[in-house]
């Protein structure tokens, strides 16, 4: 599976963004897929993550905030982030997972490359 990310990019306080992966190579509609993100000079985190079913998990930082969905036809999975707040500010990538389970593991099987999304102070 490849998988290109977009949308990043700097937001003021109170501010939205949507980022946007898309994926080629293999039936989308079959993988569990997942944003983590890095900020600097901290570990790589789960954001969210949706199910073949549409199934979401969120993370505790961002439940409330952020909604991620998926498009199957299209095979994009999507990251709404609304009322973005400084700690937001990192590297966000995609991932596809064969099972639900990267959400104990954190382990998925396939990575996109990274998209900065910046909160202003």
């Known amino acids: 599976v490849q998988l290109q990310a977009s949308g990043g990019g700097s937001v003021q306080a109170g501010g939205s963004l949507r980022l946007s992966c898309a994926a080629s190579?293999?039936?989308?509609?079959?993988?569990?897929m997942t944003w983590f993100r890095q900020a600097p000079g901290k570990e790589r985190e789960l954001v969210a993550a949706?199910?073949?079913?549409?199934?979401?998990y969120y993370s505790e930082s961002v439940r409330g905030r952020f909604t991620i969905s998926r498009d199957n036809a299209e095979s994009t999975v999507y990251l709404e982030m609304n009322n973005l707040q400084p700690e937001d500010t990192a590297v966000y990538y995609c991932?596809?997972?064969?099972?639900?389970?990267?959400?104990?593991?954190?382990?998925?099987?396939?990575w996109g490359q990274g998209t900065l999304v910046t909160r202003l102070q």
């Open positions: 991932a596809a997972s064969a099972s639900f389970s990267v959400v104990i593991d954190r382990a998925p099987d396939y």
């Open positions: 190579g293999r039936t989308f509609a079959n993988y569990v």
């Open positions: 949706i199910g073949v079913g549409s199934t979401t």
